[in-house]
């Protein structure tokens, strides 16, 4: 693999000092009939060579809207971004189409929920990987082609020669989904945002699909954002892992210590709530209400109607992200006393 | 234990025609079930897991004969109820209810909540008008949700409330059987945790018989006392809920739950990675279904049709290594 390299400690360091992504203060609103709704709500982040991070979170927690922003995909018409999104030493926040579209499905790319959906049923899959390639690429249709079946065979699809000829139609799920891999990594993408890719697959294909995307960031450069509500598919698939909820990040670990010693009770609740395939619970452990709606909480911590810890000031003031000393960030006020790192 | 099997079934099988072609003729058919038995005794849960495709949800939908069978035979509280007419089953239909995936799409949105937990008692003949609004706010009460929901439409309510009010829509009869079909699979992690107790809860208070339908493993663990696993329209492996997952004897029982992501960075295990998708159910592999992924496949298995038997005490499997 031409890609390939091997992990020195000089590049771990290099790794550390040089990351691929850093979001810095993103709000993304959306108007509406009702007012401006804001959807995601003055986050930060960073995202480092090769690392996969984890973004979790609830149904309307945000996740989407994050990374629909980064792509320069939130629509002009009704939504707004603000705030930073630093790619590679650029900010792309506003930045003219034009450029985005050099960057996206090149520099960055992403794959999605429902596979059948973002391939277009009318061309055939060679096709749509050879214009993926040429868009970006000054290459001969014959080099691009090549490429294209490189990266197929590189996915693990089997046939991959006369499947360049087949229509999305007539593939299976985990096949389509693969070939959305093969696309989006067409191009030696630095940054790849998977949103949920595996939410619309059997178990047993998800294994293939998780295993084939651990594969292929261990050997290329690709940094990962896995995006998903699935807490077992981050232990396994991430190394450090964001916490949303309601349009805020409310906690920011390694995985270990998420899994391990979780502190938002928002995490040690959602963490609890899971049902262990390994055991059996007379009751699950639930969090009582619902999730809130975008922008219907005004004051306080979102989480507060919701929490068994919730005090007087949680109604009233907004908690910060606070990083604990050992690297461990976390919006809550229950942890306002532990000693916070410089 | 030995208590009389509320629901029965008996060598099931259902098939859809493919038809092609100009004139429509039918050129193959879609075995979504095929040749399956099995009982659920009475307060018992019963989990159905499987991957798409494999004919849980037909299964389900057989029972209550919103689907016709092609073959077999299904018997309720020992009565055959397989050929009955349609006025015959109304009545047996009161017995047994269905909770579905989508609670959106199965509620009507034009409808008030009082409305449609109110037409159920319509349909099977609650004269009674004050009757009536009590037995709904009875069972609004006991699903979690309270009298000023009345008068809301389904869209004013969020996803696990609704699925609260379907529960509510399926008690309204005092059913003996409910068939839930992937009942949580739409909602969020912290609210599907709410509705698996309250499903629990209400087998306790009302003594429910469940049909739990659904593909995930962690669910089905916690609210099963007995599960089935089906691959292409066969049940391969049937046993206690313990037996399945801690002593899972099917080599696709065995893949499907080492493919379960485990939220625990500590755990480590074997894990099998199948190769492959799961076959076209109208063109089913010959011999075991399974042979075609299986890693132990032997050259008795692309010929035989693994007979389902009982392999332990209350263990049964469809293998030739058993």
């Known amino acids: ?342 | 234990m030995m208590t009389e099997p509320l629901i029965k079934i008996e060598n099931l099988r259902k098939s859809f025609p493919i038809r092609g072609g100009v004139l429509g003729k039918q050129v193959g058919e879609v075995k979504a079930v095929d040749d399956i038995s099995f009982s659920i005794r009475k307060g018992e849960t019963l989990g159905l897991v499987g991957e798409s495709g494999c004919g849980k949800s037909t299964t389900g939908r057989m029972i209550l004969r919103l689907l016709e069978p092609s073959s077999g035979k299904i018997s309720f509280e020992g009565k055959d109820i397989t050929s009955l007419s349609n006025t015959e089953l109304r009545k047996i239909r009161k017995e047994m209810q269905m909770i579905f995936q989508d609670p959106f799409a199965s509620l009507n949105p034009r409808h008030t909540i009082e409305k449609i937990l109110e037409e159920p008692l319509i349909v099977h003949g609650v004269k009674d008008r004050n009757a009536r609004k009590r037995k709904v706010k009875e069972l609004l009460e006991i699903v979690g949700l309270n009298e000023s929901h009345l008068k809301r439409y389904p869209h004013q309510f969020s996803g696990g409330q609704r699925q609260r009010i379907g529960i509510a829509r399926a008690l309204t009869l005092n059913p003996k059987l409910i068939i839930a079909d992937e009942p949580v699979s739409a909602l969020d992690v912290s609210i599907q945790a709410q509705v698996l107790n309250l499903l629990k809860d209400l087998q306790k208070n009302f003594d429910l018989t469940y049909l739990f339908i659904a593909h995930d493993l962690g669910v089905v663990r916690h609210i099963s006392d007995r599960v089935g696993v089906m691959y292409l329209g066969r049940i391969v492996e049937l046993a206690d809920s313990e037996e399945v997952y801690t002593n899972p004897k099917h080599p696709y029982t065995q893949a499907l739950l080492s493919a379960v992501p485990i939220p625990d960075v500590d755990f480590q295990k074997e894990r099998i990675i199948l190769q492959g998708d799961v076959p076209s159910p109208a063109n089913p592999p010959k011999g075991c279904a399974f042979h075609t992924r299986c890693p132990y496949a032997m050259d008795k298995c692309q010929s035989v049709k693994p007979v389902f038997k009982e392999v332990e005490n209350g263990h049964f499997t469809a293998c030739h290594l058993h």
Request: aromatic content about 4%; glycine content about 6%.
């Open chain 1, 1 to 342: 693999m031409k890609t390939t390299r091997d992990k020195t400690s000089m590049e771990e360091a290099i790794k550390v000092e040089n990351p691929v992504l850093e979001v810095i203060g993103l709000n993304t609103s959306f108007v509406t009939d009702n007012g401006v709704i804001p959807v995601v709500n003055d986050i930060d982040f960073v995202v480092n060579r090769q690392e996969v991070v984890g973004i979790v979170g609830e149904s309307g927690c945000g996740k989407s809207v994050t990374s629909l922003s980064i792509m320069g995909l939130v629509p002009t018409s009704n939504g707004k971004v603000d705030g930073k999104i630093i790619f590679n030493g650029e900010n792309l926040v506003n930045r003219s189409e034009k450029r985005m579209r050099n960057i996206r499905g090149n520099e960055i790319a992403m794959i999605f929920q429902e596979p059948m959906t973002s391939l277009n049923p009318v061309f055939t899959i060679g096709d749509q990987l050879i214009e993926a390639v040429k868009i970006h690429r000054n290459w001969s249709k014959k080099k691009a082609k090549e490429h294209s079946i490189d990266m197929l065979k590189k996915v693990g699809l089997p046939r991959a020669e006369e499947l360049m000829k087949e229509y999305p139609h007539q593939l299976s799920g985990g096949m389509r989904q693969r070939v959305m891999i093969a696309m989006a990594m067409l191009c030696e993408p630095k940054l790849l945002i998977a949103d949920e890719p595996t939410t619309a697959l059997d178990v047993t294909i998800q294994a293939q699909i998780l295993d084939l995307m651990k594969k292929l960031n261990k050997e290329t450069d690709t940094a990962i954002i896995m995006i998903t509500h699935d807490l077992g598919v981050v232990a396994q698939m991430c190394q450090r892992i964001i916490v949303m909820y309601s349009g805020k990040i409310v906690e920011e670990a390694d995985v270990r210590t998420l899994f391990k010693s979780p502190k938002h009770p928002y995490t040690v609740g959602l963490i609890k709530s899971i049902p262990d395939m390994r055991t059996k619970k007379d009751r699950l452990d639930s969090i009582t209400g619902n999730v809130p709606k975008p922008g219907s909480i005004e004051f306080g911590c979102h989480f507060a109607p919701r929490c068994p810890h919730a005090f007087k000031r949680c109604l009233s003031e907004t908690p910060e992200l606070k990083t604990l000393q050992n690297g461990q960030k976390i919006r809550c006020f229950l942890h306002d006393d532990m000693e916070v790192a410089q």
